[in-house]
């Protein structure tokens, strides 16, 4: 079975740092780009960016370049997204999500919930 | 960027309703639109993708149109289950922007 499994949630203080991940397994891990996307308190998705594990090709959204790092550890197929320093404002439910051959996120991450708050 | 827009934003209907849904792109994308499904604390689910092919697993009353700028999501005999919040993106160019989401609950 196809999967993507997310770390689970995190606390944080404003200025912290902060690392979460999502696991691939039951697929060629390397050879599908992730994606990544934000959904902050009851609003919409938002589109972050996408890694291509094979070669760390990364393709950021601008609202969200310099604010995020995209990384991939391929030996355990496993994806991260990190913040230097955390604002209140990071405070989200981040989904990772796999695209298909055409472009549709057909497998999705249960989602991890970050909470900023001092 | 391209920037998706989808309408109306929320709508009330009924068991047994057809419902469409529009989203329109600020530019030409081909058919590379899709089409989520979110219910309250579950991750979005793929219902369509390239504008009209409908996903595995995806029951036949979820349908798709559309190409150049302007999408169509319907939805035939609205079930109790399809009180949701939909969202359009598209996958044409990065960044692969969301619509901002319609919501469809009970009249």
């Not at chain 2, 036949?60 to 035939?76: A, H, P, Q, Y």
């Amino acid at each position: 079975e196809v999967q993507l499994e997310q770390s689970g949630a995190e606390v944080r203080k404003p200025g912290e740092s902060l690392k979460i991940s999502c696991k691939g397994s039951g697929y060629n891990f390397v050879n599908y780009w992730l994606a990544w996307v934000r959904q902050m308190p009851g609003k919409g998705l938002e589109y972050m960016g996408r890694l291509y594990p094979a070669d760390s090709d990364t393709r950021y959204s601008p609202s969200f370049q310099d604010q995020v790092t995209f990384s991939v550890d391929k030996s355990i197929t496993t994806a991260y997204l990190q913040w230097r320093s955390l604002k209140a404002s990071d405070t989200a439910i981040y989904y990772c999500a796999r695209p298909g051959a055409l472009g549709g996120l057909d497998v999705w991450g249960q989602g991890t919930t970050v909470t900023v708050s001092s | 960027d391209i920037q998706m827009t989808q309408f109306p934003s929320s709508l009330s209907a009924s068991v047994g309703d057809r419902v469409i849904i529009t989203c329109r792109a600020s530019q030409s994308i081909n058919t590379y639109l899709n089409w989520y499904q979110q219910k309250p604390g579950q991750a979005p689910k793929l219902l369509i993708y390239t504008a009209s092919s409908l996903q595995r697993g995806v029951p036949s009353r979820f349908s798709g149109s559309g190409s150049g700028t302007d999408f169509t999501l319907t939805i035939n005999s609205l079930q109790p289950e399809d009180f949701a919040t939909y969202y359009c993106q598209q996958s044409y160019k990065d960044p692969r922007a969301f619509g901002q989401g319609t919501k469809v609950d009970i009249k």
